[in-house]
């Protein structure tokens, strides 16, 4: 870091004009490549799991969507919990 104080400079004050230079490092973030293990994925128990899987997310999901209930609703319920 360099600091330059310029005495001189006529700005009405008595504070003093900074010059600042600063150098910066740019910091790299080297990540690692995991190589995801397909072969897993081809057992009928993976294939099961991931499925029941994906069916709670959507399932719990699917009451938040329904066009029965309004965005209003909604906020209420929210507010009285």
Do not use: W
Not at 26 to 50: G, N
């Amino acid at each position: 870091m360099v600091v330059r104080v310029y005495r001189g400079a006529d700005i009405g004050s008595d504070h003093y004009l900074l010059i600042v230079g600063l150098r910066l490092k740019k910091l790299v973030v080297q990540r690692s490549r995991r190589i995801p293990d397909v072969d897993k994925f081809r057992s009928e128990e993976m294939k099961e799991q991931f499925e029941l899987k994906l069916q709670n997310r959507f399932s719990a999901l699917a009451h938040l969507t329904s066009d029965e209930e309004s965005t209003d609703e909604i906020c209420t319920a929210h507010k009285e919990v």
